[in-house]
């Protein structure tokens, strides 16, 4: 069984001047640690996939089963706690919390998540360590360098140790030499700790290091490489 199936999956967004069209029946399954891109140009529907594979938002046709189970079967309350136990996200721009510290923005889904704190500090500070913030802990985000605060965000991403990370874009905001060496932390942890990834990229250089790219166009799958 795929971690992941991803079935007739279709998104219109209703405005004034009509209906937008933007998924128009996407068919795609994602295994275990697979470690997979997905590309095209802007407007393709890239990251509303995205949103909808974490549960940001609803699907207007379709199902998406993780482990064979339908999430949007689930209640509002049940999807919520799907997300915060099963999904990691990090995005383009950190999204972290600016009045709090490092090591407070990543342990905060597990206090959201019920996690007392005394059980969650080891594993934020290992993470921490792990992906080159010691002696950052402490640090807020303003005080960090932008590859910094996208390391951060990684963190946050891993501490529910969920099913998938979803990453929108992770390296776009950051310089080249940055960003690769960002994109090489994905890999290494999809490498050593067998984590599954989802990455929207518009960068084919980076894309080609994944196991499996899809490429978007016009609010459908055009290819799988």
């Given at each position: 069984m795929s971690l992941i199936e991803v079935e007739s999956l279709k998104k219109t967004f209703f405005t004034e001047a009509g209906p937008i069209e933007v998924l128009k029946g996407i068919d795609l399954?994602?295994?275990?640690?697979e470690m997979l891109a997905i590309t095209g140009a802007s407007g393709v529907g890239k990251s509303t996939l995205l949103h909808i594979l974490g549960t940001l938002d609803r699907p207007t046709e379709g199902n998406i089963y993780f482990e064979g189970r339908n999430v949007f079967e689930l209640n509002h309350k049940e999807v919520d706690r799907f997300r915060n136990q099963k999904i990691g996200f990090v995005f383009q721009f950190h999204h972290l919390l600016p009045e709090f510290t490092a090591f407070?923005?990543?342990?905060?889904?597990?206090?959201?998540?019920?996690?007392?704190?005394?059980?969650?500090?080891?594993?934020?500070?290992?993470?921490?360590?792990?992906?080159?913030?010691?002696?950052?802990?402490?640090?807020?985000?303003?005080?960090?360098?932008?590859?910094?605060?996208?390391?951060?965000?990684?963190?946050?991403?891993?501490?529910?140790?969920?099913?998938?990370?979803?990453?929108?874009?992770?390296?776009?905001?950051?310089?080249?030499?940055?960003?690769?060496?960002?994109f090489k932390t994905l890999l290494y942890l999809n490498e050593s700790r067998g984590t599954t990834f989802i990455i929207v990229t518009h960068n084919e250089s980076l894309a080609k290091q994944c196991h499996r790219v899809v490429h978007m166009v016009d609010g459908r799958i055009e290819r799988m490489n």
């Amino acid at each position: 069984m795929s971690l992941i199936e991803v079935e007739s999956l279709k998104k219109t967004f209703f405005t004034e001047a009509g209906p937008i069209e933007v998924l128009k029946g996407i068919d795609l399954k994602i295994d275990r640690g697979e470690m997979l891109a997905i590309t095209g140009a802007s407007g393709v529907g890239k990251s509303t996939l995205l949103h909808i594979l974490g549960t940001l938002d609803r699907p207007t046709e379709g199902n998406i089963y993780f482990e064979g189970r339908n999430v949007f079967e689930l209640n509002h309350k049940e999807v919520d706690r799907f997300r915060n136990q099963k999904i990691g996200f990090v995005f383009q721009f950190h999204h972290l919390l600016p009045e709090f510290t490092a090591f407070e923005n990543v342990i905060m889904p597990a206090l959201i998540g019920g996690i007392s704190l005394e059980k969650i500090s080891y594993r934020a500070e290992e993470l921490l360590t792990e992906l080159g913030l010691k002696g950052r802990y402490h640090h807020r985000p303003g005080e960090l360098s932008g590859g910094e605060q996208q390391r951060v965000a990684v963190a946050r991403a891993l501490i529910m140790s969920p099913l998938v990370v979803l990453a929108d874009e992770p390296t776009g905001n950051l310089d080249t030499r940055t960003g690769d060496r960002l994109f090489k932390t994905l890999l290494y942890l999809n490498e050593s700790r067998g984590t599954t990834f989802i990455i929207v990229t518009h960068n084919e250089s980076l894309a080609k290091q994944c196991h499996r790219v899809v490429h978007m166009v016009d609010g459908r799958i055009e290819r799988m490489n």
